[in-house]
């Protein structure tokens, strides 16, 4: 009864993944750009020169030095990595896999956002004490994006060959990870990284997440056809 309501919660571990990002995204690439105050607003993405624009007005990134303000609200953002985990394991668990190879691509994906999140934290948690830091943190994120974006694509593939599950969330998946690679050039949205190109798999797990959390199954029709 315990395992079974630890899942049921964890369901919902990307949807305030989502959350975090929408939080804390403003704040994140407005710093990168702030200057001061000197950036000409209205030539910035969207995030930046709607929200962004309105916290600064509020003080927000005038409390402290502009690097000590970048890296105070940065450090947070590993928990938008983390908590992407609990939902992952929770729909692998709903629907276990026997196949190896599977479920070697589910631990590979688990590892990889475990890895992001704890890289992440070293380059703004950490880093504000030194550059290394802060350099070797975000190449190690990058890497480790770039292992989420592969698993996550093979990891999609797998379920597309069960019978029990949603065909729908394979592909879901695998065009989440095939968007962050172009995320990297967004410039309307937030144009700062990592935040732009994570938002395609945080949002595909937070939708997966809902699924798990309203309903008791995936409804059949979604899923494939037994032969």
Known sequence: MRNKLFWRW??????????????????????????????????????????????????????????????????YFFLVYLLLIPTLMAVHHRYASENKRHRRWYKILSYALLLA????????????????????????????LLVVIVASVFYGWGWQQQANTPRWLGWLLIVS???????????????????????????AWAGIGVCLRSKAEFPMRWAHRKE
Do not use: C, K
């Open 117 to 144: 999140a704890i890289s992440d934290y070293v380059s703004y948690g950490l880093g504000i004490f030194s550059s290394f830091l802060w350099q070797m943190g975000f190449g190690l994120e990058m890497l480790a």
């Open 10 to 75: 964890d369901e919902l571990g990307a949807v305030f993944s989502l959350i975090i990002w929408l939080i804390l995204t403003p704040f994140m690439a407005t710093i990168w750009v702030y200057d001061g105050g000197r950036l000409i607003w209205n030539q910035q993405p969207l995030l930046v020169r709607t929200v962004g624009r309105w916290l600064a007005e509020q003080g927000a990134f005038a409390f402290a030095a502009e690097e000590v303000v970048y890296h105070s609200y940065g450090r």
């Open 177 to 203: 990870a095939i968007l962050v690679p172009p995320m990297f050039f967004e410039r309307a949205l937030t144009g700062y990284w990592p935040n732009s190109p994570v938002l395609p798999l945080v949002l």
